[in-house]
């Protein structure tokens, strides 16, 4: 059986096009971590990196955490998500933070600590970029203010967005 321990809604502001979400304990492991060439995702011992596709649209950011394994009914699954991937992390304190633009942002998730499985899944990391680009070009242009311009991008925060499904694994 499958259970939904508990969810939190974020939103996060790249800083280099990326994100981090790290063990509150390990924040200065790691420090380094990015993810391959060509690759979305770096994982690390008790880190996991998002590259995000637009680094000045703010990011909406979900985190869950289940009773259940990654493979059992219930769970769910990330429906048309442009990116996906699986891994495993662990958590000695079982407190995540978000490191970003602003820094380090603290204990913004709490699980039980220990080893977990992952599922981390994005959803319009193209079209966030495509729209980014559109206004950019109608700001260079001035068809916009800067003050539209900051409107018509705070009405696209979130609309890159990812999904992090942890999964302990006893």
């Known amino acids: 059986m499958s259970v939904l321990i508990s969810r939190a809604d974020s939103i996060v502001q790249p800083d280099y096009f990326m994100f981090s979400l790290v063990d509150s304990t390990s924040i200065d492991v790691e420090r380094m971590l990015t993810p391959e060439k060509g690759e979305w995702l770096g994982v690390g011992r008790s880190r996991l990196v998002i590259s995000t596709r637009e680094q ?3 990011v909406g950011l979900r985190l869950e ?7 059992d009914e219930g769970v769910e699954l990330p429906d048309n998500s442009e990116v996906v991937e699986t891994a495993s992390v662990a958590l000695p304190s079982g407190r995540i933070s978000i ?11 709490e699980v039980p600590p220990g080893e977990y499985a992952v599922r981390v899944a994005g959803w319009n990391r193209s079209r966030a970029r495509q729209e980014f680009e559109s206004l950019a070009t109608r700001r260079r242009k001035a068809e916009l203010s800067e003050q539209e311009f900051e409107i018509e991008c705070e009405l696209r925060k979130g609309l890159e967005h990812y999904m992090v499904q942890l999964f302990s694994v006893c």
């Open 99 to 109: 490191y970003d633009a602003r820094e380090f942002v603290f204990d913004v998730f």
């Open 65 to 71: 955490c289940w009773e259940a394994s990654l493979e």
């Open 56 to 58: 000045l649209l703010e």
